[in-house]
């Protein structure tokens, strides 16, 4: 079947694929490229160890029924892996069916495909993944990118300061648009996840950086850390500065630490900041205005605070002292 329309974004077409149609609905391009890994290997669990014969646009997703899911569901748990990982495939598994659902709401298959979509997730109950970043760590990768000249690292050192500072999703960094910052008050406008917009305002020191890199990128408009040439030439597409992905901050920040021996990710930073005003005592929901979280129970997930901060505040917290009764 030819395409239904053609998104602006390299590599995402929507087409009467249920699967395409619901990676089409997802908000950015790394969930995209998980949830498509997750169906890919859905494909493969179906075909029960036979040789794989369809793709995720070819699949009979409509003849699945709640025995199919359910099996699957069991499937995944025999393959050992963890909660959330089981529920990551099964979320994509019912984004495909009800897709299909939309596609025919009047095919007599609704009711049966409706039914397969009740598999139930997983009960998570885990310490929250990633890591604290101790400020020697963020203070060894900020300086490694300080001690290069080259642009590129300018550049990098820019938009890591910029991440430690807001606290912002590797996406969020890499979508920033030259017209969403203000250099002379640090005032930065980040559009989040689902289109929400935020307001934040830089440390003056990440400001510095900032400033630094914007005398080198210069006043084209497009991308604030934009794509650069290995001798630093900002790339351009119709005269305006052309954007990475996620997925290459997530290079940035990795694959650096990793050779300074300090291994982290930008959503390690994102945990640190967010752990960090917590330990200043910053109310819960100005944190949550802060770094684009609507819920209370997602934002406590991002706590990473060392356990010896919980142990501190057992040691610090008010005893009664006991009074004997007097003697009659």
Known sequence: MSDLAVVTEPGIRITA???????????????????????????RIFSDGQPVVYTIDDFPWADLGYQETTAVRARLIELGLSPSTVNKYLSALRGVL?????????????????????????????????????????????????????????????????????????????????DDYDPATG???????????????????????????????????????????????VELSRGRALAFTGQTTWDIVSKRSRRLGIYMTPHDIRRTRISDLFFQGVDPALIMKIVGHDDFKTLMGYDMRPFEAAAEAMAQQIWVTPILPIAA
């Open 98 to 178: 009800k897709q299909v659902t939309l596609l025919n709401p009047k095919s007599p298959q609704v009711a049966v495909i409706s039914a397969a979509r009740e598999v139930k997730s997983l009960p998570v109950k885990k310490l929250p993944v990633g890591r604290y970043v101790p400020v020697e760590e963020m203070a060894l990768l900020l300086g490694s990118f300080l001690a290069e000249k080259r642009r590129k690292a300018v550049r990098d050192l820019a938009l890591v300061s910029l991440l430690y500072a807001t606290g912002a999703r590797a996406a969020e960094g890499a979508g920033i648009e030259l």
């Open 187 to 233: 005032h930065l406008l980040i559009n989040g996840k689902g289109g929400k917009e935020r307001e934040v305002r830089l440390h003056p020191t990440a400001m510095e950086y900032v400033g630094t890199w914007l005398e080198l990128r210069g006043d084209m408009p497009g991308a604030l850390f934009p794509q650069v040439t290995y001798h630093g030439a």
């Open 17 to 43: 694929s249920p699967a395409r149609l619901y990676l089409a609905n997802l908000n950015t391009y790394q969930s995209r490229r998980t949830m498509e890994g997750c169906l890919e290997a859905l494909v």
